[in-house]
Each structure stands twice: as structure tokens, then as C-alpha cells.
């Protein structure tokens, strides 16, 4: 089978991981006779300082033509200016507002040789498995009007909270159908005692379980949400939330694992309801500037995001599982990178650790 890949590099240490999970990529397809025609565009801090603008037309075209894409990280330091006109952070926002990716899932896995490294105590983190879908194309990061202005009184600013039904039903659909394929658990969290929003969400949500009835449907405020992930995350299976409200609680949940750099993440569009179609897969750690050229990167967050592409968009179950075992044979026999070892003089560079994990595939 062939497919075509969009690389998006990004910034910071982005090119160094998406440079790892394209090398596993060419194990896997060695292994499993698979093709993939890799495309590499700039994005972001990149692009803007190539061409003037985070996302060109011309890398927009190519993500529409590709069957996914690969996307390391965007921010730089030079571009830290949030009042800008052009900033590193539109590329991401603009890909999933032109590709209607608004599904985003973000795995919350406890890899069992890690759990003495979660800031929590291994009796309250172990056997985590959730799944967090954030709506990602609206909410209050989207919502118009949006200003700032002046008054005898002094500065304001005005940030429009609004979805639309369909908005909510959509991903409240993509929620149930993975919850079928797991534990039969939905969590839908919202703040519904205080924002009409939220009240919205949560009658919508009601009537789209109907169509679940073998799926157990739970509300919960969002900051009870937050707090049950730090004492009992087990209670969770499948979370589904707006879009600022996905976003806090997915990087609080990230750091059960103890640390960012582990966490991969899809942002999926309408077809993928149905397990296929084109998405964007990333880590969420961000492009980690302070880092970035000293092979200091953990490059699992990027080689699992390539994983959950072979799953999600290609429909490459058994290629994914081979990457998912082989990080985790790679784990078990002790092997780190800096962010994730004890004993910092033993850490392995990103591409070690992205060699390791490929010699573990081809066995």
C-alpha cells in the first residue's frame, strides 16, 4: 500500500523528532511492504521566516492532497510577541480550521516501566488508560467577536464563548464510538452551572447517547474534572470536552506519565468517525526551544503519533501495534532519554533512542 505523508517540521526541536518517526516510518513500511511519499513543508516560526506568514496556500494545498500529516511543533522565541500580527501558532490553528479537524484525541496511557517516574504515587496512577477528545475548531479560541479596546474607564477585552449544536453533536458522535471499542464509558465535563455554553453541551450530548444505549454516559463539572485526575484517574475512560476546557486538562493529564514528551495526539476530521481519513498527528510537548539542537528531545511523543496515524488514518492496526510493543520493549529493557531518566549521565540522545526503538521493529 502507498501513501502520501505531509512532513511539517516546525520549529524548535520539531525537526529532530519528526526526523526519528520518519525513520521508524521506513522500518515499518520495509517490514510490512508499505510505500509512503513523504512531502516536507514549513510551518510556522519556519515559514514565517521563509515567506512572511505561519501557513502558505502552497502548504495548505499539499495538506489537503495528503492522506495525513506529521506535525512536530511550532513557536520561537522570536516570535513571542502575543499582540503580533504573525505569529508561529497560526500554522496549527489554520490547518485545523481549513481541514475541519475538529476531533482532537489525546491518549493518557501509564506505561508500566515509568510509574515510579509519574509525580504521583504508583497506587493512584497505575492501570490509567484514558481517552480526552477535545472539540478543536470552536469554542472561545474561535468564537467572534473577539477585541480589545479603550474606554474613559480603562482597557477591555471581549473573547466569545458559542457553539453550535451540530459542533457539540459531532464530537459527542466520536466520543461514543470510541468508547464502544474500549470500556463503554463516557465522561462529558462542562461547567453547565454557570455558562449557557455548557448547558447547550450538556443537552446535546444527552440526546446523542441515546443512540448509545450500551455506552454509561457521566457528567462533571470541569473543575471536578480536574481534580479526580489528580486523585483517581482510573475512574476515567473516554472524556470528551470543549475545546479551552480540553485543552488545560489534557496537559494536566499528560504529566501523569511524568513527562510531556511521551504524549502523542490526532486531530481528525468528519471521516475519521468511521476509522479512516485524513488527520494531523503531533506530540504535544511543544517545540521546546531551550532544548532544541542538542539531541535532547524524547522522540515518543512523535514516533507514537506516527503510530496512531497507521491506526486512525491508514487503518494499520497491526504496523501500529508493532510500534506501540517495540517502544515499550525499548522502555522495559531500561533504555531513556533525559526528560524520562534518573540517572541523566546514562540518557540517550533522540536519535539513540530512535534507533533503538527501530531495531526492536525489525526483530
Not at 504521583?120 to 478543536?136: A, F, G, N, S
Not at 453550535?164 to 458522535?173: D, L, N, Q, T
Not at 454557570?194 to 444527552?206: G, I, K
Request: contains cysteine; charged residues 25%; hydrophobic residues 40%.
Amino acid at each position: 500500500m502507498k501513501f502520501k505523508i505531509m512532513l511539517a517540521p516546525g520549529d524548535g526541536i520539531g525537526p529532530e523528532i519528526i526526523e526519528q518517526a520518519q525513520k521508524v516510518l521506513e522500518t515499518v513500511g520495509k517490514r510490512f511492504d508499505h510505500q509512503f511519499e513523504y512531502v516536507e513543508t514549513a510551518v510556522g516560526g519556519a515559514s514565517i521566516e521563509r515567506y512572511g506568514r505561519a501557513l502558505t496556500e502552497e502548504t495548505l494545498a499539499v495538506a489537503k492532497s495528503a492522506d495525513a500529516i506529521l506535525f512536530g511543533a511550532v513557536g520561537d522565541p522570536r516570535y513571542d510577541d502575543p499582540t503580533a500580527e504573525v505569529r508561529p501558532e497560526q500554522a496549527l490553528l489554520g490547518l485545523r480550521r481549513e481541514l475541519d479537524l475538529f476531533a482532537n484525541l489525546r491518549p493518557v496511557k501509564i506505561w508500566d516501566p515509568l510509574i515510579n517516574d509519574s509525580p504521583l504515587k504508583p497506587e493512584i496512577v497505575r492501570d490509567t488508560d484514558i481517552m480526552v477528545i477535545r472539540e478543536l475548531t470552536s469554542g472561545i479560541y474561535f468564537g467572534e467577536p473577539k477585541k480589545k479596546w479603550k474606554t474613559e474607564q480603562g482597557r477591555h477585552a471581549l473573547n466569545t464563548m458559542q457553539y453550535a449544536e451540530h459542533e457539540i453533536e459531532r464530537i459527542a458522535h466520536v466520543a461514543f464510538q470510541i468508547a464502544r471499542l474500549r470500556n463503554k464509558r463516557v465522561t462529558s465535563v462542562d461547567k453547565a452551572n454557570v455558562l449557557e455554553t455548557s448547558q447547550l453541551w450538556r443537552e446535546v450530548v444527552v440526546e446523542v447517547a441515546a443512540d448509545y444505549p450500551d455506552v454509561a454516559l457521566e457528567h462533571i463539572l470541569v473543575d471536578a474534572c480536574a481534580m479526580h485526575l489528580i486523585n483517581n484517574p482510573r475512574r476515567f475512560d473516554v472524556i470528551v470536552t470543549a475545546n479551552m476546557f480540553g485543552d488545560i486538562l489534557t496537559d494536566e493529564a499528560a504529566m501523569l506519565t511524568g513527562s510531556l514528551g511521551m504524549m502523542p495526539s490526532a486531530s481528525l476530521t468528519a471521516r475519521n468517525a468511521e476509522g479512516r481519513g485524513t488527520g494531523l498527528y503531533e506530540p504535544i510537548h511543544g517545540s521546546a526551544p531551550d532544548i532544541a539542537g542538542q539531541g535532547l528531545a524524547n522522540p515518543i511523543g512523535m514516533i507514537m503519533s506516527a503510530a496512531m496515524m497507521l491506526r486512525l488514518s491508514f487503518g494499520l492496526d497491526e504496523e501500529a501495534k508493532a510500534i506501540e510493543s517495540a517502544v515499550n520493549t525499548a522502555l522495559e529493557q531500561g533504555l531513556r532519554t533525559a526528560d524520562i531518566a534518573r540517572d541523566k549521565a546514562k540518557a540517550l540522545s533522540t536519535t539513540q533512542m530512535g534507533d533503538e526503538i527501530r531495531e526492536r521493529l525489525t526483530g
